[in-house]
């Protein structure tokens, strides 16, 4: 997991708030079990520049969740955008860390 946190990067500034994404990372890279669906074995990990992440099959089946800062918890819904912006760069950084480890955590309970 290490590997993929490297991947993230940060970008923008104290004004206009920071946003966090990483590249397209395949499941090898997390950790993933394989889809209690289909059982294959190539899922994909997407973002966009918000803490909001979903792993996508093969087979057609999506999981979603983000970290909402505001009540710090994490909330499992597919939803394209949050508006909130970061306004530190470390705060940033671990928000999408967290958002990794939660959805990761959660394919591989096989929610
Ligand atoms: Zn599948």
New binding site residues.
Partial sequence: MEKVFKKLRVSGDKTQGFYGSVDIVKSSELGLK???????E??ELHNTTTPIYWIT?????ELHSYYSDESGAFIDADIAHISDPFFSKEHCFEAHKEAIEHIVKKWNRGE
């Fill in positions: 394989c889809c209690p669906l289909c059982r294959g190539n899922q099959c093969g087979c057609g089946i």
